[in-house]
């Protein structure tokens, strides 16, 4: 089996290289800007043991770093996002039909709940590799388009609202025949693997219980931010099956902008027309046997 492990960099890693500063003066830094410095470095400190110890493990892996993946990912039997679920959401825009399996690098910082093991059990998803006993989730990926122009697929949600969070977001939104005028602070569609982030936490003030949606579910979410002074008949929440389309258009007169998984931006002003649908090509993750 051909292997890819994208590292993610640790956050003393990434800053050293993106500010260009020497050890003593990222310390500096953190110091000034009352940074928990011990937390960082032994942070660092375990995702590089941990690195170090899943490339042991796997020898015969290629390894680069997540700032690395430029393009898509062609000629590997699986791809390993060792990070975060930021991480992972990063790596899966590129791997195509490839299986991704996400290794939480970094268990005591970050939630991880897009990838199915950790540093803390690393042996059982190297096991379940070498001995191919793991299955693979179809999990749904969202696609859209503005004014006609295809946007990174989302695997776990697109957002749609003002860049400022002074101005007031505005849209005409089409949602199954219907037309709805809306002011708020923005809208959030979700995957199954996206409704337990972003999406769960906006919609706290409008469902009467969670509203998280299986990763394996043949349907999307999506939630209104901040409602301003809904009509009885608004929505403010829905869903999207399978060839169903969500159509925005833009009323935005500050800085309207699209998000795709929080990584790449779109211009969303005013006078431009979004269409959100689920895409026909899902995301294979691999995942324990236990939970298929």
Avoid at 123 to 136: E, F, L, T, V
Avoid at 140 to 168: C, H, N, W
Wanted: glycine letters at 8%; one cysteine or more; proline letters at 4%.
């Amino acid at each position: 089996m051909k292997i890819l492990i994208v590292a993610k960099e640790s956050k003393y890693e990434w800053e050293r290289k993106k500010f260009g500063l020497s050890h003593e003066e990222i310390v500096k830094k953190y110091g000034a800007e009352g940074a928990n410095l011990e937390a960082i470095l032994k942070s660092h400190e375990s995702q590089t043991a941990s690195k170090a110890k899943l490339m042991q493990l796997l020898p015969d892996a290629d390894i680069t770093s997540i700032s690395g993946i430029k393009r898509r990912i062609f000629g590997y039997d699986l791809v390993i996002a060792f990070g975060g679920d930021n991480s992972f959401q990063y790596v899966s825009h590129y791997v195509g039909e490839t299986p991704i399996m996400g290794i939480n690098s970094d268990p005591s910082r970050s939630v991880g709940a897009l990838c199915a093991w950790s540093v803390s059990n690393l042996a059982d998803a190297i096991n379940a590799i070498n001995s191919a006993k793991y299955a693979i989730e179809n999990w749904i990926t969202l696609q859209a388009e503005i004014d006609g122009v295809p946007l990174m697929p989302a695997t776990s949600e697109y957002f749609f609202g003002e860049d400022r969070r002074k101005d007031m977001s505005r849209h005409v939104m089409i949602y199954r025949g219907k037309r709805f005028e809306q002011k708020n602070s923005g809208i959030v569609i979700a995957t199954g693997a996206g409704s337990t982030g972003w999406y769960d936490s906006a919609g706290r003030y409008i469902f009467q219980k969670s509203n998280k949606v299986p990763k394996t579910e043949q349907r999307a979410v999506f939630v209104i931010t901040e409602p301003y002074h809904p009509k009885a008949d608004d929505v403010l929440a829905g869903e999207l099956l399978p060839g169903e389309e969500l159509v925005l258009y833009s009323l935005n007169d500050a800085k309207g902008y699209a998000t795709a998984d929080s990584w790449e931006e779109y211009d969303f002003s005013r006078g431009k027309k979004a269409v959100i649908k689920i895409s026909d090509k899902p995301l294979r993750v691999v995942v324990p046997v236990a939970s298929a």
